[in-house]
């Protein structure tokens, strides 16, 4: 069964996340404004969870499945034009964060979930090699941290916090949107905001 062009996440889809976000004042510390960040990342998560999920259901094959992740990257992790510096900032941190989710993704679908070790064991490897400048180790634990959690394991957010901010610290951030998005690939609904 072949799966329609833009059936797990489209431009435009992403782009009305960013009128949203350019049209508001953006204030992290404002409860609405971190939730209306939060679903831009998890509704791109949700997608990828999606294709994930169309991948083991047989919908989809490996190239296809791996395909359709590229297609979705393209458009996740685009340069955003945001003349607003803060807004910029912080649509770049959520960029971060699905860094680790299409790793994650490709990582499981290329290879099945990562057995050597526990989420936290990745994690704090992770961090450890981030401490030493190694970007590459650091996303690439994360990733496996990531197929664990599609695999079924919960990833304890907490250890987030122990973490010194950076770049792991962000793909933590976006590993959790990936656990919610596997455990309740409901999407969400631009207007759901308004409420």
């Known amino acids: 069964m072949s799966t329609p062009p833009e059936a797990f996440y489209s431009e435009e889809r992403w782009q009305n996340w960013i009128d949203r976000l350019k049209d508001e004042e953006i204030d992290p510390e404002d409860e609405d404004s971190a939730r209306l960040l939060l679903n831009l990342q998890d509704d791109a998560a949700i997608a990828i969870?999606?294709?994930?999920?169309?991948?083991?259901?047989?919908?989809?094959?490996?190239e296809e499945a791996i395909e359709e992740l590229a297609d979705v990257r393209e458009i996740v992790l685009s340069d955003v034009e945001v003349e607003n510096e803060e807004t910029a900032f912080l649509i770049d941190g959520v960029q971060t964060s699905l860094v680790c989710v299409f790793a994650a993704a490709e990582e499981y679908m290329m290879r099945g979930a990562s057995e050597e070790a526990s989420i936290e064991e990745y994690v704090r490897a992770a961090a450890d090699a981030e401490a030493e400048e190694d970007f590459d180790a650091a996303l690439g634990y994360c990733a496996q941290a990531g197929t664990r959690i599609v695999d079924g394991e919960d990833l304890d957010v907490s250890i987030g916090e122990e973490i010194e901010y950076g770049f792991v610290a962000e793909w933590v951030n976006g590993l959790d949107s990936l656990q919610s998005a596997i455990r309740?690939?409901?999407?969400?609904?631009?207007?759901?905001?308004?409420?």
Do not use: F, N, R, S
């Open 184 to 195: 309740d690939p409901e999407v969400i609904e631009e207007e759901d905001e308004e409420d």
């Open 49 to 62: 969870a999606k294709i994930i999920g169309a991948y083991e259901e047989g919908d989809l094959d490996e």
